[in-house]
Structures are given as structure tokens and as C-alpha cells.
């Protein structure tokens, strides 16, 4: 019989010991780690947030004093404190008005927007691509009608012939620039994170 790849994985066993809604979250946990984001009282915004273990952990590190306002076009069931919101929806029809409505007026602006968005693979790699740069670029969108000044973004990207120009973008709206591949990344996966630190604010220039 085929071995299956997930059982036993490190990381899915702790994410149900620690009861995480999904492995991802020792992901975020790396680059937070790594670049000092989510700190105590911050708001922060969470594209593609479903199952919810990015909320779940966002929601701790931000503590009570913050707030997460996630969105996905599924549900979230796991729970969450009074201080993590999730609206249903797609991140292409999202409006800032909506995300204040969620926000009950604690936000936009936000200090952080992190996107672990993903679409639904066909196994057509060239597709795959092209659809995870066009749900990072909506991301980085996104990321510049609803940021503070300093603020930071994490996105999650398909590597591909699109990233390098994604990354150029994010390059033109922050001060930093990073590209992370944390531990918890399956070895086969192509996805990288983009992280950028110091928000410019608003747009950048033509
Ligand atoms: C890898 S999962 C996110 C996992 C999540 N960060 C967690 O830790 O539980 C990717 C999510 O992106 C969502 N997604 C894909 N396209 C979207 C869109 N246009 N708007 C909102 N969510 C989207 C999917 O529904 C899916 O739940």
C-alpha cells in the first residue's frame, strides 16, 4: 500500500496537540518570529483565512489591546476570542467599508496584512501560477488601500515567472523585502512568502 506523505508529519501533529485548525500556522509562527510581526495590540488583516489557524495565532500573539479581521470564501469554525472577526467573502469584491463594519470602526487603517490565499489547483502548473500571482497581487492591493504607515505584509506566492515582478511591487510600497521559505513549507511545495516591512503608505508613485 502507498505511504501516505501526511501521517506522521511533525508539524500536523502538533497543530492538532496545540489545537491549531491547520498545520500552516508553524509557517506564520517562523516568519513572525523572524521579522518581529504581530505584536501585542496591533490589527492586522488575514486574506484567506480559512480553516483559521493564522486567526488562532494571530489572535494570541495580538492579545486582547488588537484585532484580526479575517476573510475567506469558506467558513471558519474553529473558536476564536471576541477580538478575531471573520467575514465571509471574496477578497476580490472586498471593500474597505466592510472590513470597518467588521472592524466596528478599530480599523483601516491596519498595522499588518498577511495573505496565505491559495487557489484551488488544477495540477496545470502554469495555471496554478498564474492564479496564486493574481491572489498575491490582489493581496498587495488590498495591502495598500488598508495600511498605516510602517506597516507590514506577508504573502504567500506560487514560485513562477510572475513572482519576480511581485516582488518588485511589494519592493515599491515597503522599505524591506524579503522572501521566506519557513521549515513548515512541504519539501514539494513551490510556495514561497514574500514579507515586506515599512509601509510607504498609499500608493507608490507612477
Ligand atoms: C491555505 S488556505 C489558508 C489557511 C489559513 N491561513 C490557515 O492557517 O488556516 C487558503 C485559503 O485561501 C482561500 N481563498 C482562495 N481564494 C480566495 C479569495 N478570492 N478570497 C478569499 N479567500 C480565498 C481559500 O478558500 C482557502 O481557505
Redesign the pocket.
Known amino acids: 500500500m502507498a505511504k501516505n506523505p501526511y501521517v506522521g508529519d511533525r508539524f500536523t501533529r502538533k497543530a492538532k496537540e496545540e489545537g491549531y485548525?491547520?498545520r500552516?500556522?508553524y509557517k506564520?509562527e517562523e516568519i513572525a518570529g523572524r521579522y518581529g510581526l504581530l505584536r501585542p495590540g496591533e490589527r492586522v488583516l488575514?486574506?484567506?483565512?480559512?480553516?483559521?489557524?493564522?486567526?488562532q495565532f494571530a489572535s494570541r500573539r495580538v492579545g486582547g489591546s488588537g484585532l484580526v479581521v479575517g476573510?475567506?470564501?469558506?467558513g471558519v469554525t474553529v473558536p476564536l476570542p471576541p477580538h478575531a472577526r471573520v467575514l465571509r467573502?471574496?477578497?476580490?469584491d472586498l471593500e474597505p467599508e466592510s472590513l470597518a463594519e467588521a472592524a466596528e470602526g478599530r480599523a483601516p487603517p491596519f498595522d499588518g496584512v498577511m495573505s496565505?490565499?491559495?487557489?484551488r489547483t488544477t495540477g496545470v502548473r502554469s495555471a496554478d501560477q498564474a492564479a496564486s500571482a493574481g491572489?498575491a497581487e490582489?493581496a498587495l492591493e488590498v495591502a495598500r488601500r488598508v495600511l498605516a504607515p510602517g506597516g507590514w505584509f506577508v504573502v504567500k506566492v506560487f514560485e513562477g515567472p510572475d513572482v519576480r515582478a511581485l516582488r518588485e511591487e511589494v519592493r515599491r510600497s515597503f522599505v524591506s523585502v524579503a522572501t521566506a521559505r519557513p521549515e513548515a513549507t512541504r519539501q514539494r511545495s513551490i510556495e514561497v512568502f514574500i514579507v515586506g516591512t515599512g509601509f510607504r503608505g498609499g500608493e507608490p508613485p507612477e
Not at 488575514?46 to 486567526?55: I, Q, R
Not at 476573510?71 to 469558506?74: A, C, F, P, V
Not at 467573502?89 to 476580490?92: I, L, R, S, T, V
Open positions: 485548525a491547520a500552516s500556522v506564520l488575514d486574506l484567506g483565512c480559512a480553516p483559521g489557524s493564522w486567526t476573510i475567506d470564501l469558506s467573502g471574496d477578497a476580490f496565505d490565499m491559495a487557489p491572489l490582489r
